[in-house]
């Protein structure tokens, strides 16, 4: 009976990473201001490569999409490890990870956030210029306004 009842208060939470100071603060905004310990807490990392149609206007072979990928997996498995040290370093137990690769890092993370029935998502948002944002979008904003549950966007 004692186990459901710390169950039923349990939440999963997606944090969002990368290697940047952004997400790093999120990182800690969530630490400081929203654990629980019996939280369960995803690390979730998105590897974006240009598609094979984008990859072969750029004149990029499937050989050297397959090492930009490898490389990618390396960084990613070392920046897991960065994000997993900080936050056994803050007492937290249940954490977990998540390197996925995608076209569209957004539409990964609302995927990853509905499959682990995650009651929110945190994430830094990286400040891409006006311009820059208006014609590529980005991705907490694609986030924020497609997930099904509530985003917290931390800015610097």
Not at 72 to 90: F, V
Request: net charge negative.
């Amino acid at each position: 009976m004692a186990s459901g009842a710390n169950n039923e208060h349990r939440f999963t939470v997606i944090l969002s990473i990368d290697a940047s100071k952004q997400s790093q603060e999120a990182v800690h905004y969530y630490l400081n201001h929203i654990h629980r310990p019996e939280n369960r807490v995803i690390l979730l990392h998105v590897i974006e490569l240009p598609d094979i149609g984008h990859a072969r206007h750029m004149h990029v072979t499937p050989g050297s999409l397959h090492e930009m990928w490898v490389e990618e997996s390396i960084k990613a498995h070392e920046l897991k490890n960065q994000y997993e040290e900080m936050l056994k370093t803050h007492g937290v137990k249940d954490v977990e990870s998540r390197c996925e690769g995608g076209l569209k890092p957004g539409q990964v993370i609302v995927s990853a956030a509905v499959e682990e029935g995650a009651l929110m998502v945190v994430m830094g948002t990286r400040g891409m210029g006006v311009i820059r944002r208006t014609i590529l979008g980005s991705v907490s904003d694609y986030v924020v306004h497609h997930s099904h549950c509530p985003v917290i966007v931390c800015r610097q």
